[in-house]
T-cell receptor
Framework: GAGVSQSPSNKVTEKGKDVELRCDPI?????LYWYRQSLGQGLEFLIY????????KSGLPSDRFSAERTGGSVSTLTIQRTQQEDSAVYLC?????????????FGSGTRLTVV | DQQVKQNSPSLSVQEGRISILNCDYT??????FLWYKKYPAEGPTFLIS?????DKNEDGRFTVFLNKSAKHLSLHIVPSQPGDSAVYFC?????????????FGAGTRLFVKA
């Protein structure tokens, strides 16, 4: 597709359950990023994939969070044993590797609610 | 440690007037600064950027100014239009692992009144 696609758009889950969030980046974009936005907060960096390099996981808030990117394209963010503080909008973005000044293209996000 | 700070959570401006959104940063290693605009239920949209070697970049109604000595940048929108009402995120980018990593501020909600 022409843009970054995220699914599901909304997810309600019970505390303690695992969830998987999916991101389909723009074809040809080598870099992929996950951010999250909690209510009333800014965008918090989670993880960054660039080509075949080891991902930058420095933003993952706990070991319950993990992400993978298969075949340099689709990425899945997994949250295990969800907690209420995990409730947020999870945003995926992609870019060309040399996109420092050109910005990222974001998807519309997945709104996760943990009840 | 907030490397990118937007100290005004909201700003209200009359249609036709200038909107000035401010941003401060702490890390002198950033080499690009960007502004994104976000409408409700949508992802942020890239608006305009500036290289750290420049002090001004203009694109239509949008101009970004960079003051490196003060570690401060601002986005000017003139004239402001009701459709500009959105949350504006300031961001700063640094090269990392063959690409770029971007840190975002908390955002400023702009209201443009008709």
């Amino acid at each position: 597709g022409a843009g970054v696609s995220q699914s599901p758009s909304n997810k309600v889950t019970e505390k303690g359950k695992d969830v998987e969030l999916r991101c389909d980046p723009i074809s040809g974009h080598t870099a992929l990023y996950w951010y999250r936005q909690s209510l009333g907060q800014g965008l918090e960096f989670l993880i960054y994939f660039q080509g075949n390099s080891a991902p930058d996981k420095s933003g993952l808030p706990s070991d319950r969070f993990s992400a993978e990117r298969t075949g340099g394209s689709v990425s899945t963010l997994t949250i295990q044993r969800t907690q209420q503080e995990d409730s947020a909008v999870y945003l995926c973005a992609s870019s060309f590797s040399s996109a420092g000044g050109y910005g990222y293209t974001f998807g519309s996000g997945t709104r996760l609610t943990v009840v | 440690d907030q490397q990118v700070k937007q100290n005004s959570p909201s700003l209200s401006v009359q249609e036709g007037r200038i909107s000035i959104l401010n941003c401060d940063y702490t890390n002198s290693m950033f080499d690009y600064f960007l502004w994104y605009k976000k409408y409700p239920a949508e992802g942020p949209t890239f608006l305009i950027s500036i290289s750290s070697i420049k002090d001004k970049n203009e694109d239509g109604r949008f101009t970004v100014f960079l003051n490196k000595s003060a570690k401060h940048l601002s986005l000017h929108i003139v004239p402001s239009q009701p459709g500009d009402s959105a949350v504006y995120f300031c961001a700063a980018s640094a090269p990392r692992s063959g690409g770029f990593k971007t840190i975002f501020g908390a955002g400023t909600r702009l209201f443009v009144k008709a």
